[in-house]
């Protein structure tokens, strides 16, 4: 007997768009003045979270780049990578196409892979 996973995608695309909310917040209100380590974990946990249920339900186009996202911010709460400005808007562009990819699925519609793996080379390379 097979368990159709098809009945939980709503509600991992609930879980996305809420962890995404919550990031966004997050990485809007980080105080560049005073490291906030709690916060960059909850940012962190976040694409950490949707890298799982993504890879979970098998989209794997949005788990790898939210692997992506997960490795970086990893790098940036543990202050190997700067809490910037600049790398604050390529996490916050990361979000909003995570965003646009969970709402892609959302209709039944293919992610575009080729995008996706060029979007998260882009944001590879901005972060310092």
């Known amino acids: 007997m097979s368990v159709d996973m098809t009945q939980f995608h709503d509600e991992l695309f609930t879980e ?3 962890n995404l909310d919550v990031m966004e917040s997050e990485l809007k209100s980080i105080d560049l003045a005073a490291f906030d ?7 962190y946990r976040g694409a950490h979270t949707i890298k799982g249920g993504c890879a ?5 186009t ?3 780049y939210a692997k ?10 543990d202050q190997h990578k700067q809490t910037n400005v600049d790398n604050i808007n390529v996490m916050l562009e990361s979000v909003k196409f995570v ?3 969970i709402r892609t699925l959302q209709t039944k ?5 080729t995008s996706a793996v060029a ?3 882009k944001m590879q390379a901005a972060i310092v």
């Open 16 to 18: 996305c768009l809420e």
């Open 37 to 43: 380590k709690e916060k960059m974990n909850t940012i």
């Open 56 to 60: 979970m339900l098998e989209f794997n």
């Open 62 to 64: 949005v788990a790898d």
């Open 68 to 77: 992506a996202m997960e490795a970086l911010l990893g790098e940036m709460r």
């Open 99 to 101: 965003r646009s990819m």
């Open 109 to 113: 519609d293919t992610v575009d892979e």
């Open 119 to 121: 979007h998260c080379a």
